[in-house]
Structure formats: structure tokens, C-alpha cells
């Protein structure tokens, strides 16, 4: 048992770390709006921008990631998501490009 809540607790700070180094942190207020916008790479060897699908995860603290909503890149690679949070607290948004070079925000809504 002992040995199982180890495991769980170095998972979770291993998991806090990791989105922590990655994350670009930003503080707002309840009720503001959060604009996120953002390009496409290249794919190796070309000049050509991914196009596609973009996908907007979020989870608040350290709890499971949701899907938020997606959108599609316009034919330059480039897209917008906004975002309103409802609530307080820590919110980690993911988003899932179709270059795959996932990028990461931490906003803390106070």
C-alpha cells in the first residue's frame, strides 16, 4: 500500500513538473476572455505549413484533461482559440496542432 502511494505522489509531481517547465504561466480575472493565437511549423523539408485541425484540451489543477473545443487552421497555418474560465483556480490548457508540437498555458484565474 505504502509503495503504491509513492508511486501515485512522484507521478503526480512528475506530472506538475513537466506542464510546469512548458507552460507559459499568465494571471486573469474571473470572468476576462484569453485569446490564444498561433501558427503551424513546417514540415521538415518544406516551406509548406501544417494545416488542419487544431485541438484546445484543458484541466483545472492537477485533475484529468478535457476537451475544450477545436478549430481548423486557415491555409497558412494559422488559428485562434478564446477562452472564458467559470471558475477560480489554476487552469493548464493544451493545444494539440496538426504539426504535432503541442503547446502548453497555464493561466491562474483569480
Known amino acids: 500500500m505504502r509503495r503504491r502511494l509513492l508511486f501515485f505522489v512522484a507521478l503526480a ?3 506538475m513538473s513537466s506542464t510546469a517547465v512548458a507552460a507559459r504561466g499568465f494571471s ?3 470572468g476576462s476572455t484569453f485569446t490564444i493565437t498561433g501558427r503551424t511549423g513546417s514540415a521538415k523539408g518544406t516551406h509548406t505549413r501544417a494545416v488542419g485541425k487544431v485541438v484546445l484540451s484543458g484541466r483545472w489543477g492537477i485533475g484529468r484533461w478535457r476537451l475544450i473545443t477545436t478549430t ?3 491555409s497558412a497555418g494559422y488559428y485562434r482559440f478564446a477562452v472564458k474560465p467559470r471558475r477560480r483556480g ?3 490548457l493544451r493545444i494539440a496542432p496538426p504539426d504535432h508540437h503541442q503547446r502548453f498555458y497555464l493561466l491562474h484565474v483569480r
Open 90 to 92: 489554476d487552469l493548464t
Open 13 to 15: 509531481v512528475l506530472t
Open 28 to 30: 486573469m480575472k474571473l
Open 72 to 74: 481548423a487552421t486557415d
